[in-house]
């Protein structure tokens, strides 16, 4: 089963304010865990970045002003969402925290472009929705999210959209029940997630042999039973 976790900084709350994305990242999962392929991408939105945002993510019009637009790099994103379409017809699912939030954007971006929106074929997880129906009246939050799972989310001192979809694509794993401390889950380079056997010293042979008091009794016991087949 494939999977894209999906995350994106943007300049603003609204798209219909004409606020635009400013980096986007993904990474694909299969089977719940990280294959290791990401795409990634900081956008130039072509305006301001507000203060409100700068605040949450730190990127500066002057660093954006050089990046590539979303025209840009739109085919080689909706290649990396759809990469297994040849062996796969159904799209990928897309797993994201607070959809309602990112899909606007990336829609708004693709029609700008005459580029089909993410459509309803499309599976979407939303991991806040999920969160909400395993944690009710809890804080739901990513980094509530990494605190309740154990994970170390020490690096996220700002939102920033490949790092947030890779702890989300570990938070997801705990909301789907894959983490479980006793299968030793451990990260890797590139925060792959794999599998460790723990290894436990061998335990000595138990003896099985009867002891004499024990022969002595079943002895005892068989003598009470009359005419056994098994001792003809």
């Not at 797993?95 to 005459?114: C, M, T, Y």
Request: proline share 8%; hydrophobic share 45%.
């Amino acid at each position: 089963m494939r999977e894209v976790v999906l995350d994106t900084e943007t300049t603003g709350l609204d798209p219909n304010d004409g606020h635009r994305i400013v980096e986007i990242g993904a990474l694909e999962l299969i089977n719940h865990l990280p294959s290791g392929r990401v795409f990634h991408a900081y956008l130039n939105p072509d305006r301001d970045i507000p203060a409100e945002a700068l605040a949450v993510h730190g990127l500066t019009s002057a660093f954006l002003r050089d990046q590539p637009s979303f025209a840009d790099v739109a085919k080689d994103f909706l290649a990396f969402l759809d990469s297994d379409r040849d062996a796969n017809p159904a799209p990928a699912g897309l797993v994201i925290h607070n959809a309602d939030f990112d899909l606007p954007f990336i829609n708004s971006e693709l029609v700008r472009l005459g580029l089909p929106a993410l459509g309803p074929e499309r599976s979407i997880i939303d991991t806040l929705s999920l969160a909400r129906t395993r944690f009710p009246g809890a804080p739901n939050s990513l980094d509530a999210l990494c605190r309740r799972f154990a994970i170390d989310g020490s690096a996220r001192l700002r939102h920033g959209a490949l790092l947030d979809a890779e702890l989300l694509a570990e938070c997801y794993l705990g909301l789907v029940g894959g983490r479980q401390p006793d299968l030793g889950l451990v990260v890797v380079s590139a925060r792959r997630t794999v599998l460790r056997i723990r290894e436990r010293p061998p335990r000595p042979a138990r003896p099985h042999a009867p002891t004499p008091e024990e022969l002595a009794a079943h002895a005892a016991f068989l003598a009470l039973i009359k005419d056994a087949v098994w001792l003809a």
